[in-house]
């Protein structure tokens, strides 16, 4: 058994150390992630005014929307954290 520990973890460090993005691709990701979570948002937004102007229930449109946002925070707090890095 011992062989076969030392195998598997020789392979987690290989693989850890090939898979580790650079600071550039961690930034654009992280650029991504914000550009689409803003879009996201909209459709969100234009979808609880819709439900609102058809005078259906938007409890649900409007939580998915807060859960959207929170997200988005969390999205843009990572890159400017990941630029603040970056200098």
Do not use: S
């Not at 930034?27 to 914000?34: C, Q």
């Not at 948002?41 to 939580?63: C, F, L, S, W």
């Not at 400017?80 to 200098?87: G, M, T, V």
Request: aromatic share 4%; hydrophobic share 50%.
């Amino acid at each position: 058994m011992p062989a076969i520990l030392a195998v598997n973890i020789a392979c987690y460090v290989v693989v850890c150390v090939m898979a580790m993005p650079t600071i550039e691709e961690r930034l654009a990701l992280a650029r991504r992630h914000v550009d689409a979570g803003h879009l996201i948002i909209v459709h969100q937004r234009q979808m609880v005014e819709r439900h609102k102007a058809e005078g259906r229930d938007t409890k649900a449109a409007e939580e998915l929307l807060a859960v959207l946002e929170r997200t988005q925070k969390v999205f843009e707090r990572d890159l400017a954290d990941l630029e603040r890095k970056r200098w």
